[in-house]
């Protein structure tokens, strides 16, 4: 878990250019706010579950993980990917990276208590995480596709508190 | 149903209507505000109820959360996106120290009404001004991460 953190947060500041910062940040909180609610919903199901967490009485998901560890992987992808490439490159970015996670998450499951599946497998696991992904990439694609209306906000901006 | 479920309903309404009243050209900022706020919520939120500070007796997911889903991922943001966007950038320094006691002020009033009649929430160690504190700090941490976000400057966006 504390691994987590540590490489998390290593990961944010190696592998996204400082001068991306802001919009690696934007696709942390969105993705975060996404994967809360998606899991929040799969909790309450009883899809799956987290045997040990960090809030064991406030909350039955893992907050590492949702809080912080995706939402970051998140962020690195959407900030390294090169819009200007081909679709098909693109897709397969697109499909290591998500298989990558869904290995990871399986392999959490297989060896460590940080979390269980009840309904789930694998395959639901990787439709999930393309799920969060692509609605997280979409809603991330909009939010920064307007270029001038995003410098007119700018300009109200400018003056400090 | 109970008076609880009519407030939590209430609530969703009421918060969706301000979204709704956000200019468009200022959306970005407010969905800015609103996810950065979402940040510090959570966390604090689960921290307090961890702790036993607070408890919310009615609440949505019950199974899963014990904090108060509806105010601490959508009626809180959506105010803060209101702060921001209407924030009073030109006017003094006074007006603008009102401005977040306003906004804090009257939250922390509708908390503690909440509080005292009805079972959505339950101080337990815990007292209004803390509520008060907390919010201001918040809001002044959201603002100033806003004005970092949309500040102008050599970064590309794209």
Same mark, same amino acid.
């Given at each position: 878990m504390l691994a987590m953190w540590l490489f998390g947060t290593a990961g944010f500041i190696l592998f996204i250019p400082r001068k991306d910062w802001r919009m690696g940040f934007f696709s942390f909180l969105l993705f975060q706010a996404i994967i809360w609610l998606v899991d929040m919903i799969t909790f309450a199901l009883d899809w799956q579950h987290a045997p040990?967490?960090?809030f064991p009485k406030a909350t039955h998901m893992p907050l590492t993980l949702d809080y912080f560890f995706y939402p970051v992987s998140f962020a690195i992808y959407y900030v390294n990917k &090169? $819009? &200007?490439?081909?679709l098909w490159s693109r897709f397969i970015y697109f499909f290591v990276w998500i298989s990558v996670i869904t290995l990871f998450d399986n392999v959490l499951e297989r060896y460590t208590d940080l979390i269980a599946y009840d309904k789930m497998t694998w395959y639901t696991i990787w439709l999930d995480f393309g799920f969060l992904y692509s609605v997280s990439q979409v809603c991330c694609n909009w939010y920064f596709k307007d270029r001038d209306s995003f410098q007119t906000e700018q300009r109200w901006e400018t003056h400090e508190n | 149903m109970r008076i609880e479920w009519w407030i939590i309903l209430f609530v969703y309404v009421a918060a969706t209507g301000v979204l709704l009243f956000i200019p468009k050209n200022r959306i970005h900022l407010a969905i800015f505000a609103l996810l950065c706020k979402q940040l510090f919520t959570f966390f604090i939120g689960l921290v307090v109820v961890e702790l036993g500070l607070i408890e919310y007796?009615?609440?949505?997911?019950p199974s899963v959360n014990r904090t108060s889903f509806v105010y601490e991922y959508y009626a809180y943001p959506v105010v803060c996106a209101a702060f921001n966007v209407w924030y009073?950038?030109? $006017?003094s320094p006074l007006y603008r120290f009102g401005y977040y006691v306003g906004f804090s002020s009257v939250l922390t009033l509708g908390e503690v009404i909440i509080e005292k009649y009805t079972l959505l929430l339950n101080y337990i160690h815990w007292e209004w001004y803390i509520t008060w504190v907390s919010l201001f700090i918040t809001f002044y941490i959201v603002r100033l991460l806003c004005v970092w976000f949309f500040k102008k400057g050599k970064v590309s966006y794209m």
């Open positions: 040990v967490r960090e &090169k $819009s &200007k490439d081909g | 007796p009615i609440r949505c997911f009073p950038n030109d $006017s």
